[in-house]
């Protein structure tokens, strides 16, 4: 069990660019969440996956947001057009199927827009 | 619109001593209750999950208690170490939707001083 991996560990993007982050669940978890945290907060929901249809969507998620899961295995997630508000610790996690299992975090990208 | 809320926000010890986090929800209709930790720039850890029937899990030195009728939750860390030191957060699926994305408190910032 190699656990939740995201790549890259760190992002430093100006503003206004495009960028394109990467996460690969636990190989037996259909679904897979994304959420964003900034300093001293907790983490907030933005989608969720279950396979390769993206089931729910946050209001935080706005439209420069996309997230794909095109084989129901590894995610991305683009932010375009990136805005000094989007600086923040993206992450994220996976679970097996069934509502209100354990949730399995990765490390996080951390990203820094300037 | 399920709100989490924890206090202290910060709380720092003595090595050896006992203490307790808490941890309230508003909406007391709830699968579970998560307990996680989070080293600085890390990503989270999952440290007990308590269902939504059960009363209280325990794991080593960590004792975590639910009364959902009140909302509440509590973390109990026995013998604290300085290798407990991190914040702790709590977070809740919802009841009502087929997934299982978490709304998590703010957390406590835990320092156990040598």
């Known amino acids: 069990d190699t656990g939740v991996s995201q790549d890259p560990r760190h992002k430093i993007t100006k503003r206004g660019q495009n960028v394109t982050f990467r996460c690969d669940p636990i190989s037996e978890h259909n679904r897979l969440y994304w959420y964003r945290q900034t300093l001293g907060q907790g983490p907030e929901f933005l989608t969720y996956?279950?396979?390769?249809?993206?089931?729910?969507k946050s209001r935080l998620l706005s439209d420069r947001f996309s997230a794909e899961r095109p084989k129901g295995s590894f995610s991305t997630l683009e932010i375009q057009r990136t805005e000094q508000g989007d600086s923040a610790m993206y992450l994220c996690?996976?679970?097996?199927?069934?509502?209100?299992?354990?949730?399995?975090f990765g490390p996080g990208t951390r990203l820094l827009v300037l | 619109k399920q709100e989490v809320t924890q206090i202290p926000a910060a709380l720092s010890v003595p090595e050896g001593e006992n203490l307790v986090l808490n941890c309230s929800f508003t909406?007391?209709?709830?699968?579970?209750l998560q307990w996680f930790r989070q080293d600085p720039g890390k990503g989270l850890t999952s440290l007990l999950l308590i269902q939504s029937s059960q009363r209280e899990q325990t794991s080593g030195r960590l004792n975590a208690s639910l009364d959902k009728s009140s909302g509440r939750s509590t973390l109990y860390i026995a013998a604290s170490q300085p290798g407990d030191s991190a914040t702790y957060l709590c977070a809740v699926p919802p009841k009502e939707t087929s997934g299982s994305r978490l709304t998590f408190g703010e957390g406590t910032q835990l320092t156990v001083n040598p």
């Open positions: 909406d007391s209709a709830i699968y579970n």
């Open positions: 996956f279950q396979n390769e249809a993206q089931l729910e």
């Open positions: 996690a996976s679970s097996p199927q069934g509502a209100g299992e354990t949730q399995y």
